[in-house]
């Protein structure tokens, strides 16, 4: 409301500054020299009144059906009408619905037990609404996970990342420094480049709609170093023509990774076969792409936080779906955290009184518990929709609007200004 009231003020200034001149230089112009009297449109000849006769006209005159005045009209005319398009087509906001939030899959060659696994942060650097983002990707061993898998990390580990987007670039893999605050503050760490990480011959490889990130890290449980992965992204999409756009950020959490690391292990597909692929009693899928793949448990991450970095651009929380819930460092970050359990799963012809299992599965169809319910609700993945503002946008809507009310304003004022001397011109050849 205080936008479009601030609008509609400059819109007012302007043209108000333009017609106070135009008024001002009138004054100047009709001040500024004698009114011409006005010629007597009867004489007195021998003693009557008689019709005066208009004098002939001159060689200079101009020609019979031209009118003064008509091309300033059509220049003020053709001023209105531009700059109203122009105002539409500068000022218009291109309105998007929030798309499918697909998750970021990790799978580390050491499987994790539910809630006991890796922890994945982003750091996403906005700069401009015209560039691709930074992205900087850390996965971090809990401490859990380091205790139940120490010695079978001992030597080497490997961590595969399937990223949504098979359009990455300038990728880059390294080391981070301390794992213990690499979750918590992802924009701290670099991709330091060590003998102790090797890429594996996955690393890069694109697949159906998944970009592998694959590594092999030698005494991965001596040292505890974050992996961290460095690429751009094209995360963004035009909101408006004068600094708006819309930052599209994964998930990191929760059933949509386990697709990404299904895909990842090459059980994805568009239609499910129990006999050829790890079956289960539940599946996810992604309605973009139309792939989908078996659940399970092991292959969820179950915590996540995403950062985004804009400098002195803005996250218009307002806006975004879902908002921010929290501030890493200064900057808007987004929190995730499920707690992915074992299924329970019975037919319905075989459930007792007192049965209280997660997943009850009939002749067509199923029904889940009201205990699934209530989680799969209140969780957060750490996706969002979120529309980021450049530190200039409200600057240059401020002067678009100014603009478009100097030349509206001009315009208008041309089409008066013809209209008036025409009008003038006509009471002239009156008297004459």
Same mark, same amino acid.
């Given at each position: 409301?205080?936008?479009?009231?601030?609008?509609?003020?400059? !819109?007012?200034?302007?043209?108000?500054?333009?017609?106070?001149? *135009?008024?001002?230089?009138?004054?100047?112009?009709?001040?500024?020299?004698?009114?011409?009297?006005?010629?007597?449109? !009867?004489?007195?000849?021998?003693?009557?009144?008689?019709?005066?006769?208009?004098?002939?006209?001159?060689?200079?005159?101009?020609? +019979?059906?031209?009118?003064?005045?008509? #091309? @300033?009209?059509?220049?003020?005319?053709?001023?209105? @009408?531009?700059?109203? #398009?122009?105002?539409?087509?500068?000022?218009?906001?291109?309105?998007?619905?929030?798309?499918?939030?697909?998750? *970021?899959?990790?799978? $580390? &060659?050491?499987?994790?037990?539910?809630?006991?696994?890796?922890?994945?942060?982003?750091?996403?650097?906005?700069?401009?609404? &015209?560039?691709?983002?930074?992205?900087?990707?850390?996965?971090?061993?809990?401490?859990?996970?380091?205790?139940?898998?120490?010695?079978?990390?001992?030597?080497?580990?490997? /961590?595969? /990342?399937? /990223?949504?987007?098979?359009?990455?670039?300038?990728?880059?893999? #390294?080391?981070?420094?301390?794992?213990?605050?690499?979750?918590?503050?992802?924009?701290?760490?670099?991709?330091?480049?060590?003998?102790?990480? %090797?890429?594996?011959?996955?690393?890069?490889?694109?697949?159906? =709609?998944?970009?592998?990130?694959?590594?092999?890290?030698?005494?991965?449980?001596?040292?505890?170093?974050? @992996?961290?992965?460095?690429?751009?992204?094209?995360?963004?999409?035009?909101?408006?023509?004068? #600094? =708006?756009?819309?930052?599209?950020?994964? +998930?990191?959490?929760?059933?949509?990774? /386990?697709?990404?690391?299904?895909?990842?292990?090459?059980?994805?597909?568009?239609?499910?076969?129990?006999?050829?692929?790890?079956? =289960?009693?539940?599946?996810?899928?992604? &309605?973009?792409?139309?792939?989908?793949?078996?659940?399970?448990?092991?292959?969820?991450?179950?915590?996540?936080?995403?950062?985004?970095?804009?400098? =002195?651009?803005?996250?218009?929380?307002?806006?975004?779906?879902? $908002?921010?819930?929290?501030?890493?460092?200064?900057?808007?970050?987004?929190?995730?955290?499920?707690?992915?359990?074992?299924?329970?799963?019975?037919?319905?012809?075989?459930?007792?009184?007192?049965?209280? $299992?997660? %997943? @009850?599965?009939?002749?067509?169809?199923? +029904?889940?518990? *009201?205990?699934?319910?209530?989680?799969?609700?209140?969780?957060?993945?750490?996706?969002?929709?979120?529309?980021?503002?450049?530190?200039?946008?409200?600057?240059?809507?401020? %002067?678009?609007?100014?603009?478009?009310?100097?030349?509206?304003?001009?315009?208008?004022?041309?089409?008066?200004?013809?209209?008036?001397?025409?009008?003038?011109?006509?009471?002239?050849?009156?008297?004459?």
């Amino acid at each position: 409301m205080a936008d479009t009231l601030t609008a509609l003020l400059l !819109f007012c200034a302007g043209a108000a500054l333009v017609l106070a001149a *135009i008024v001002w230089l009138r004054g100047r112009r009709s001040g500024s020299r004698t009114p011409a009297r006005r010629p007597r449109r !009867f004489v007195r000849v021998d003693g009557r009144r008689r019709l005066r006769r208009a004098p002939p006209a001159a060689a200079s005159d101009a020609p +019979a059906g031209w009118r003064p005045g008509v #091309g @300033v009209a059509l220049v003020g005319l053709a001023l209105v @009408v531009g700059s109203l #398009g122009a105002g539409l087509y500068l000022l218009s906001v291109e309105e998007a619905e929030t798309p499918e939030h697909r998750g *970021i899959g990790v799978l $580390p &060659s050491v499987e994790a037990r539910p809630r006991r696994g890796l922890a994945v942060s982003t750091a996403v650097r906005v700069t401009s609404c &015209s560039k691709p983002v930074q992205v900087t990707l850390v996965v971090t061993g809990s401490t859990e996970y380091w205790v139940d898998h120490r010695d079978e990390l001992r030597d080497h580990g490997d /961590v595969q /990342v399937g /990223v949504p987007d098979l359009n990455l670039h300038n990728i880059e893999a #390294g080391l981070g420094v301390d794992g213990k605050t690499a979750p918590i503050a992802p924009w701290t760490e670099e991709p330091n480049r060590t003998a102790e990480l %090797v890429k594996l011959p996955t690393h890069e490889k694109k697949l159906q =709609s998944v970009t592998v990130l694959g590594v092999r890290v030698r005494h991965w449980s001596r040292h505890l170093r974050p @992996v961290v992965f460095r690429f751009g992204a094209d995360w963004l999409s035009r909101r408006d023509r004068l #600094g =708006s756009c819309y930052l599209s950020l994964p +998930a990191l959490a929760g059933p949509t990774t /386990v697709l990404s690391a299904q895909e990842v292990r090459g059980q994805a597909r568009r239609e499910l076969d129990c006999e050829k692929l790890d079956c =289960s009693i539940e599946d996810v899928r992604s &309605s973009k792409t139309g792939l989908r793949a078996y659940y399970h448990p092991r292959y969820e991450t179950t915590r996540g936080l995403a950062v985004a970095l804009t400098g =002195s651009n803005t996250v218009r929380a307002d806006l975004a779906s879902p $908002p921010p819930d929290g501030n890493s460092g200064g900057s808007q970050s987004w929190t995730c955290a499920t707690r992915p359990t074992a299924r329970t799963f019975k037919f319905i012809e075989n459930v007792r009184r007192g049965d209280d $299992p997660d %997943v @009850v599965e009939g002749e067509s169809s199923g +029904a889940v518990s *009201i205990r699934r319910l209530s989680g799969a609700t209140s969780e957060r993945n750490c996706a969002s929709f979120a529309v980021i503002e450049e530190a200039t946008a409200q600057l240059r809507r401020d %002067v678009t609007l100014l603009l478009l009310g100097v030349l509206i304003s001009a315009g208008v004022t041309l089409m008066v200004e013809a209209w008036l001397a025409r009008r003038t011109r006509r009471d002239e050849n009156m008297g004459r």
